[in-house]
């Protein structure tokens, strides 16, 4: 009982800040200051959804967005599998020593790095391109660390039969270790996705003009221009919101299995 309490609790807390933000965009400005507050609103005006995405310009910052992620979920997919098929089934001196250190690099702010990646990216002559947002982010280390734990348990005995099928290490990857991998993968790429969209610091110091742009960036300008105008400003925070949720709730499935892939051996 006190287990499913526990669960209850949890869940309002995230389920309580997402609907206040839902009323909130669908109340008409002079309504926004009542008190008591509207819970549970009467009417519903959709004008501050109209407003968010013709005056914040959301759908060309959404699908920057949407470029940028996709690039970065592929790099980090690709790059992930290999290294950590490496790490798993190849032998390599100094293998343990070289994964300690790559992992390393996962406990590193990235406000650390964020100086030199920047004279690198302006050396390079891309600033305002989506090289410059994308390529600091093809490689995880935490999809590394992910992918080798998923790699180290597949059995010995399935190498062997694939060697003896004519199998190389590239073939055996595709084939045997990559589908039983897919749960994992599935995880890093929903994960990856989300920490690309959301991102803002980077985007807003590489980037000087709208067409390169990020949504968290349009998110921030539209809050700024809209000062007075709380519900065209969660209007368009709901409206950024919608391809992440509804990610989550289409590969909730493939999350969960990919995140308790490596709990249980056997």
Known sequence: MGRYALLGVAALVVVVPIYTAVVLATQPGERLFDFPAVLFPRSIDLDPFREAIEVGSLPRYMLNSAVVASIIVVGQVVTSVLAGYAFACLHFPAKRLIFLVFLATHMIPAEVTIVANYETMQRLGWIDTFPALTVPFLASAFGTFLLRQIFLQVPRELRDAASLDGYGHLGFLWNV???????????????SFLGAWNQYLWPLLVTNNDDHRTVQIGLKALASTNLDKINVTMAGTVVAALPIVLLLLIFQRQLIRGLTAGAVKG
Do not use: S, W, Y
């Open 177 to 191: 270790a990559i589908p039983l991998a897919r749960p994992a993968i599935a995880a890093l790429a929903l994960f």
